[in-house]
């Protein structure tokens, strides 16, 4: 959006509407340079980690554990013959960790291709190659390759896991993306205990961190805003329990 307001500055500076130009394409300079410098991505994306506490595990061990995609890049995977991760692996290799502290409990891990453009393939097929290399049986894992965004997560997941009732089933995905998952799974009826991982920011301190370079502030602004964006769309679109879910069900 920033880019573009600048793109069309510059067009404008063509015709004679040149001072309207001028100073779209200077306050699109200066909004890059804010979003990338400065900490704002950080107090954006803080709220957003901080929503869920750490999983306790005194309540006992859970049945069943789903893993959301979005650790690896399936394209990059296929043509290297390689599993790829990318910078949330900890939703796969924490999901393994927990594969192996509870080795009753039933992995689903959902994860298809969410690509509009360029088709990727599904994760799936990848993630079980991690969950083998930790000594996890194929037969173990439950593969859901369909998804293509959180609501499919959520509705397909079910469909497999079948819920029983008194049933403790773990959510792992990125932290700050817990809220929304959260909210969409409760939505679809199924009751999930959020154990968030991944996390971009060391805690409210962070707020006041500027980045080191444009791009790294520029990627984690764009991580927080379309997280927030997306509570927001879901919310109004019916598809999530509320607007900003928390720990309590009924939270807003």
Not at 71 to 78: C, E, G, N, R
Not at 79 to 93: G, S, Y
Request: hydrophobic content about 50%; proline content about 7%.
């Amino acid at each position: 959006l920033v880019i573009s307001i600048g793109v069309i500055g510059l067009f404008l500076l063509l015709t004679r509407f040149a001072r309207a130009g001028r100073r779209l394409a200077f306050a699109s300079l200066i909004l890059l340079a804010i979003l990338g410098l400065s900490p704002l991505g950080n107090a954006l994306i803080i709220p957003l980690e901080e929503r869920f506490p750490a999983w306790d595990p005194a309540a006992g061990p859970p049945a069943g554990i789903v893993v959301l995609g979005g650790s690896l890049s399936p394209h990059v995977s296929a043509a290297r013959n390689v599993v790829a991760l990318n910078e949330a692996a900890e939703r796969l290799t924490v999901a393994a960790e927990l594969a192996l502290r509870y080795p009753h409990a039933r992995i689903l891990f959902s994860g298809g291709s969410g690509a509009l453009i360029f088709g990727e393939g599904a994760e799936a097929e990848f993630a079980v190659r991690v969950f083998e290399s930790f000594g996890i049986p194929r037969g173990r894992v439950i593969l859901e390759d369909r998804s293509r965004n959180t609501l499919e997560n959520a509705i397909l997941s079910k469909d497999l896991a079948r819920p029983q009732p008194g049933e403790r089933w773990l959510l792992v995905t990125s932290a700050y993306h817990m809220a929304r998952a959260i909210g969409i799974f409760r939505k679809a009826g199924f009751d999930v205990e959020p154990y968030p991982v991944d996390w971009r920011t060391g805690g409210s301190g962070d707020a006041l961190r500027p980045f080191p370079t444009v791009g790294d502030g520029l990627r984690r602004t764009d991580t927080a805003v379309r997280e927030w964006v997306g509570l927001l769309a879901y919310w109004l679109m019916g598809m999530s329990s509320a607007l900003f879910p928390g720990p309590v069900a009924d939270s807003r």
